[in-house]
């Protein structure tokens, strides 16, 4: 036979009696503060935290000095990139005078030479006025 599907108000208020009356012995069952066992694992617990805030601490200390070293690294590069910027602005200055340096021995030169043709063609032009070149056989 089938037991009865739906408990009348009896049944449920007893088995809501013994929910609680269960409950009440498992709190009741369950150690107390300064039980030894709660006491150890108190200071388990207390070693825990201990151990995870000095593995902060040592990742925070790392990760400070990684940014320190990030910093020299940085500030070496710039120094590097400074004195690399000189060095080219100093070579750049030196080819610049070295070529103007050239175009003044250039155009030294080509005066002279300048002056040496306008002194043949005066010379020419004298030679000419003078009664012309002894060698025409006139």
């Known amino acids: 036979m089938r037991k009865n599907a739906t408990p009348d108000l009896n049944d449920r208020r007893k088995q809501q009696a013994e929910a609680r ?20 694992k108190r200071r388990e617990r ?5 151990a995870r805030e000095e593995r902060q601490a040592e990742r925070e200390r790392a990760r400070q000095e990684q940014e320190a070293e990030l910093a020299r690294q940085a500030e070496i590069t710039a120094a590097a990139a400074a004195e690399a910027e000189r060095l080219a602005a100093e070579e750049a200055a030196h080819r610049a005078a070295e070529e ?16 040496a043709r306008y002194a043949a063609r005066k010379a020419a032009k004298k030679d000419r006025r003078k009664g012309g070149s002894q060698s025409r056989g006139y």
């Open 46 to 50: 207390e070693a825990i935290a201990a």
């Open 21 to 40: 009356q269960a409950m009440l012995e498992k709190f009741r069952s369950a150690p107390g503060p300064d039980d030894p066992r709660m006491v150890e």
């Open 100 to 115: 103007a340096e050239r175009d003044a021995l250039l155009k030294a030169e080509q005066k002279a030479a300048r002056d």
